[in-house]
């Protein structure tokens, strides 16, 4: 039913593995190394066409000050922090919450109200576009942290619930029924039984969130507009236009873009690990 471990192929399959993982993996690195060494040419030799090379010289501090100090990329990147810090937050409570609802309680509607959480991750981006803009400027946010935030926290608690309702379905019934002897309330419960136990799913979660939102593009030019407000992805499409043949800059300012959430993903990788795993295996 399951593939055999790669251990136990014969040497030919192995090595036809292996070499399929390489290959790979160097087609997925080449862009982002020429991405980096970019990043470290001087103007003159970007100018020249040298973008695949070895950089004649290693502009490493002057290109990445530039970023902070010749374009508005620090605020850019202040912006995406207020915007993407509170929609985690808020998608990893109203997650936790109706995941626990839906989980552990039987009420008319359940089904359908997990149906609707679950079903809103189908609709296209594209096909909300307009009713969304149109719903923020109607209630005077576009424009504002607080229409970025709010829609990202009820775009991505759809998911989010799927997985932390799998989650703590998975949880064994005895923990709850020994809480319910004790005279636990549900909120007790959730607080003392439930929230020490999904301390895994809930670090996946935040990665995940995090990733998401902060690399969002398409929301943050459809419901922003001044600079005041604009996150870093939006930023660095100005900055492109901005600097359209200082690509040293721009690939600079590319890779300063990626490093948060990859900076997250390292700090918090054995949690992030250990909850797709408990996850897979309990879900």
């Known amino acids: 039913m399951y593939p055999r471990p790669i251990s136990e192929e014969s040497p030919l399959r192995r090595a036809a593995y292996a070499g399929m993982v390489a290959f790979v993996l160097i087609l997925w690195l080449v862009p982002l190394m020429a991405v980096m060494a970019t990043s470290l040419r001087s103007f003159e030799e970007v100018m020249a066409g040298n973008y695949w090379g070895w950089p004649k010289s290693f502009n490493f501090v002057e290109n990445y000050m530039a ?14 922090l207020i915007i993407t810090l509170p929609s985690v937050l808020g998608v990893l409570i ?22 609707l959480f679950v079903g809103g991750n189908f609709l ?22 607080t229409a970025l935030i709010l829609f990202h926290i009820a775009f991505q608690t759809g998911f989010a619930t799927l997985f932390m309702r799998n989650f703590i379905a998975a949880l064994p019934d005895e ?27 809930l670090a996946a979660l935040a990665i995940l969130t995090f ?63 250990a909850g797709l795993t408990v996850g897979a295996v309990k879900g």
């Open 67 to 80: 970023v902070f100090t010749q374009t508005a990329m620090a605020r850019y990147f202040l912006n995406s």
């Open 94 to 115: 109203l997650s936790t919450l109706t995941g626990y609802v839906l989980s552990r309680y039987r009420f008319r509607g359940a089904n359908l109200m997990f149906a």
């Open 124 to 145: 296209p981006a594209q096909i909300m576009m307009i009713p969304v803009r149109d719903l923020m400027v109607s209630f005077g946010l576009y424009d504002t942290y």
């Open 175 to 201: 923990l709850f029924q020994a809480a319910r002897a004790e005279g636990a309330s549900p909120g007790q419960t959730l607080i003392h039984v439930v929230l020490p136990l999904i301390r895994p799913a």
């Open 211 to 273: 990733t998401f939102v902060w690399n969002d593009y398409f929301w943050a030019i459809v419901l922003t507009q001044s600079d005041t407000v604009k996150p870093v992805t939006a930023g660095l499409s100005n900055l492109r236009g901005e600097w359209v043949s200082a690509w040293n800059l721009v690939a600079a300012a590319t890779i300063m873009v990626a490093i948060p959430p990859v900076v997250m993903f390292f700090l918090m990788q054995r949690h992030f690990i």
